[in-house]
T-cell receptor, first 111, second 116 residues
Framework: DAKTTQPPSMDCAEGRAANLPCNHS???????VYWYRQIHSQGPQYIIH?????ETNEMASLIITEDRKSSTLILPHATLRDTAVYYC????????????WGLGTSLAVNP | GAGVSQTPSNKVTEKGKYVELRCDPI?????LYWYRQSLGQGPEFLIY????????DSGLPNDRFFAVRPEGSVSTLKIQRTERGDSAVYLC??????????????FGPGTRLTVL
């Protein structure tokens, strides 16, 4: 079973920030939080990952709570092309083949 | 550069037939993964190769499923005596080297298998 909980769907206005929450209350100390997204009819695409500290790259920011039991993926200026299913996954570094994928959040960016 | 490619993009077969699905990983990627994704679900891990060997095949559902990667590059997923329940999108991914730190997985577009 997946070890994360995400809302099944969310909406966001184009140009606004999209904040996607994820609950991972049973995360272990050596487990990372990974985010992937899957645009319709395509394979998943890596976005970002983190352990304890907040992370930022050219695609998104990842905010992890101090107790590490939840995190938020932030798309700062959502575009229509960001419409996709977003998966939050936990797993150990070096063992990413064992990532357990849940149902994800279907994000709709509206014009 | 070229990404992960998978062929065919669509495969329709009849129950009981044998199918082969091919994956061409990114050049130089030593790790290769196969996943299966049913409609409305997240990807489900099937098997992982490090080089030529199957390092973890714990996700293969039964002995009708088999995968090979004889030269450490191209991989073939083989399904014998297909059943209607095997219908799904089969995804392949590759990464540089997953040992130690994290390497992102690069996914192909998938092969949609339909068993009639």
């Amino acid at each position: 079973d997946a070890k994360t909980t995400q809302p099944p769907s969310m909406d966001c206005a184009e140009g606004r920030a999209a904040n996607l929450p994820c609950n991972h209350s049973t995360i272990s100390g050596n487990e990372y939080v990974y985010w992937y997204r899957q645009i319709h009819s395509q394979g998943p695409q890596y976005i970002i990952h983190g352990l304890k500290n907040n992370e930022t790259n050219e695609m998104a920011s990842l905010i992890i709570t101090e107790d590490r039991k939840s995190s938020t993926l932030i798309l700062p200026h959502a575009t229509l092309r960001d419409t996709a299913v977003y998966y939050c996954i936990v797993g150990r570094a070096g063992n990413n083949r064992k990532l357990i994928w849940g149902l994800g959040t279907s994000l709709a960016v509206n014009p | 550069g070229a990404g992960v490619s998978q062929t065919p993009s669509n495969k329709v077969t009849e129950k009981g037939k044998y199918v082969e699905l091919r994956c061409d990983p990114i050049s130089g990627h030593t790790a290769l993964y196969w996943y299966r994704q049913s409609l409305g679900q997240g990807p489900e891990f099937l098997i992982y190769f490090q080089g030529t060997g199957a390092a973890d095949d714990s996700g293969l559902p039964n002995d009708r499923f088999f995968a090979v990667r004889p030269e450490g590059s191209v991989s073939t997923l083989k399904i014998q005596r297909t059943e209607r329940g095997d219908s799904a999108v089969y995804l392949c991914a590759s990464s540089l080297n997953p040992s130690g730190g994290y390497n992102e997985q690069f996914f192909g577009p998938g092969t949609r298998l339909t068993v009639l």
